[in-house]
């Protein structure tokens, strides 16, 4: 969903962020991921992902988006190498133990950590999703080596930040960018520029086919539990890095707080943009 920084380091800091990846990624699982099923849902239905949709997510996490693709009767395959914790919950979630003996379905999920050398059952992809495009460091790359696998004429579904103006989200993720500053060659969440989506399509040979906008609020019981969340996004990670977890805590809650409501619970509007374009 959102930019992971690069973790580049300055001589005072430890080797790799002090966090515990395999609790980030139940974080994202159970408290951030959820907060893009807008988005899922508007692209499926526009599209319409049902019975015979071959999908392959791209940087797919924890699997939610594939999850609700299944459920609609597709076929998904899901890739992710940057978040393996990410990936091994999305295997719990698709790919549940069976009883011995058990039969598994024709179109039983596939998991991934590398695009796969062909497409599933040997029919080419009909939608191609990058719910997540990161910094879009390697996405290029990604791209050519999955594009190979959809059929002509097949969906491939860009989704990223929309105006900066729209997304109550940005001015807490500043803090992020700000205490990462004294990184040297840090990357992560910027404001989100008009044609970036159309950028990446163009690079990657795609025809655009229409874009979208979709409101993804994202709500929190509590305090504690937007700091989990947008944490487990990565996009502090350089912070920590450059600074400590404490810190990073610290100036989080603070910039949260104009978000909490009187109940306790905190609430941020985001507007996000996709762009549908078309293998040639």
Request: glycine share 10%.
């Amino acid at each position: 969903m959102t930019p992971t920084l690069v973790r580049q380091h300055v001589a005072h800091a430890d080797p790799a962020p002090r966090v515990d990846l395999s609790a980030r990624a139940r974080d994202w699982s159970e408290i951030q991921e959820r907060m893009l099923v807008p988005l899922y849902e508007a692209v499926y239905d526009r599209l319409d992902v049902g019975p015979g949709s071959r999908l392959l997510d791209l940087r797919c996490g924890a699997g939610l988006a594939l999850l609700l693709a299944a459920a609609r009767g597709a076929s998904v395959t899901g890739v992710d190498s940057a978040f393996p914790e990410r990936l091994a919950l999305a295997r719990a979630r698709l790919l549940p133990d069976r009883p011995p003996g058990a039969a598994r379905a024709r179109t039983a999920p596939r998991l991934l950590d590398e695009p796969p050398a062909e497409p599933a059952g040997g029919k080419p992809y009909t939608l191609v999703t990058v719910f997540d495009p990161g910094d879009g460091d390697g996405l290029g790359e990604l791209l050519a080596a999955a594009l190979p696998l959809a059929a002509r004429g097949a969906a491939v579904v860009l989704a990223g930040w929309g105006p900066p103006e729209r997304c109550a989200t940005s001015a807490v993720l500043r803090t992020a960018a700000g205490l990462a500053d004294p990184l040297p060659g840090a990357r992560g969440w910027r404001p989100a520029h008009r044609d970036d989506l159309e950028e990446v399509a163009a690079r990657a040979g795609l025809r655009p086919d229409g874009s979208g906008r979709v409101a993804c609020p994202f709500g929190y019981a509590d305090l504690d539990s937007a700091v989990r969340g947008l944490l487990s996004t990565g996009l502090f990670d350089a912070a920590i890095t450059a600074t400590d977890a404490r810190q990073v805590d610290k100036e989080l809650t603070e910039a949260l707080h104009p978000h909490r409501r009187p109940d306790g619970t905190v609430w941020m509007p985001n507007v996000f943009r996709y762009l549908v374009a078309r293998v040639p």
